[in-house]
């Protein structure tokens, strides 16, 4: 099992359509959680930062993390063309160490 | 807003040949990060460095890697005789303490 999956999309959605992004993880000492976006050869922009169990919403962007299940999911409402990017999950165990990134998912919002 | 920078955006070298990479960290940030990206793949880590030494390093990391702080603000990674296999994005990233990793915009290795 790897230690972290991630939906492998691509998703395509309509413009204003809500999408759902998630990951699961194999290991439990994993409580540091990030969402990243990626646009094409750019490096990882940080959209959300979630540290142990619970939701937390940043304009559009809600992150909740499910420990007892290692189940993280990333919502976008009122999803826009510009939302077009892969999205990373990543996580750690302790800050200061490394992340382990899943692989992606390419999400297309379409006009 | 701060941000994590990185030279060059774009290096091309030739196999067996050197290679530094620098980074910029964020100035107040502790701990710094070295990832790379193959083409199509996932983000791979690389090297954490916090005090001034390695902290932890992962199995790519190999004798063919170095990394450096020398004067307090410029972070480096070094790869001495590189390989065809070495061709991919290098993000450097930093961290306050908190657990926020930032990246930079990364640079492009082409080893031909």
């Known amino acids: 099992q790897k230690e972290v999956e991630q939906d492998p999309g691509p998703l395509s959605v309509p413009e204003g359509a809500i999408v759902s992004l998630n990951c699961t993880y194999s290991?439990?000492?994993?409580?540091?959680f990030m969402w990243y976006r990626q646009y094409s050869r750019k490096g990882p922009e940080l959209l959300m930062y979630?540290?142990?169990?619970g939701n937390k919403e940043d304009g559009r962007f809600t992150a909740q993390v499910d420990k007892s299940s290692k189940y993280i999911s990333l919502f976008i409402r009122d999803s826009q063309p510009s939302d077009s990017a892969t999205y990373l999950c990543?996580?750690?165990?302790?800050?200061?160490?490394?992340?382990?990134f899943g692989p992606g998912t390419r999400l297309s919002v379409l006009p | 807003e701060p941000e994590v920078t990185q030279t060059p955006s774009h290096q091309v070298t030739q196999m067996g040949q050197e290679v530094i990479l620098r980074c910029v960290p964020i100035?107040?940030?502790?701990?710094f990060y070295w990832y790379r990206q193959i083409l199509g793949q996932k983000v791979e880590f690389l090297v954490s460095?916090?005090?001034?030494?390695?902290?932890?390093k992962s199995e790519i990391f190999d004798d063919q890697f170095s990394v450096e702080r020398p004067d307090g603000s410029n972070f480096t990674l070094k790869i001495r005789s590189t390989k065809l296999e070495d061709s991919a994005m290098y993000f450097c990233?930093?961290?306050?303490?908190?657990?926020?990793?930032?990246f930079g915009p990364g640079t492009r290795l082409t080893v031909t």
């Open positions: 290991n439990s000492a994993f409580q540091y």
């Open positions: 990233a930093s961290d306050r303490g908190v657990g926020e990793q930032y």
């Open positions: 979630t540290y142990s169990s």
């Open positions: 100035s107040n940030h502790l701990y």
């Open positions: 460095f916090y005090n001034n030494e390695i902290s932890e």
């Open positions: 990543a996580m750690s165990a302790n800050y200061g160490q490394n992340f382990v």
